[in-house]
């Protein structure tokens, strides 16, 4: 199995910058894609990004142009840069790894307010 803890998640003002953090461990080797989720109170789960092996990078239109993905392979590592934060993107942030299987984070809670 895989673990993937989270951690960086906070109250942030509208136009400021959170890193969020999820460390794998466990059966890393199958893993092939990471990436992040979120949810807003009362909302569906989002897709916020994700990054493969090879270091290609997919974004939400949400997001695109204010958070960068980016993977250490070798640490097993994936964070989450948050620019230009901005009230809606208040939510509980899940990272992901997905091989045989998909696995979850914890979640973060993020909170974007004045």
């Known amino acids: 199995q895989v673990q993937l803890v989270e951690s960086g998640g906070g109250l942030v003002q509208p136009g400021g910058s959170l890193r969020l953090s999820c460390a794998a461990s466990g059966s890393i080797f199958s893993i092939n894609v990471m990436g992040w989720y979120r949810q807003a109170p009362g909302k569906q789960r989002e897709w916020v990004a994700d990054i493969s092996t090879s270091g290609i990078r997919n974004y939400a239109v949400s997001v695109k142009g204010r958070f960068t993905i980016s993977r250490d392979n070798a640490k097993n590592t994936v964070d989450l840069q948050m620019n230009s934060l901005k009230p809606e993107d208040t939510a509980v942030y899940y990272c992901?790894?997905?091989?045989?299987?998909?696995?979850w984070g914890q979640g973060t809670q993020v909170t974007v307010s004045s």
């Open positions: 992901y790894a997905e091989g045989r299987n998909k696995y």
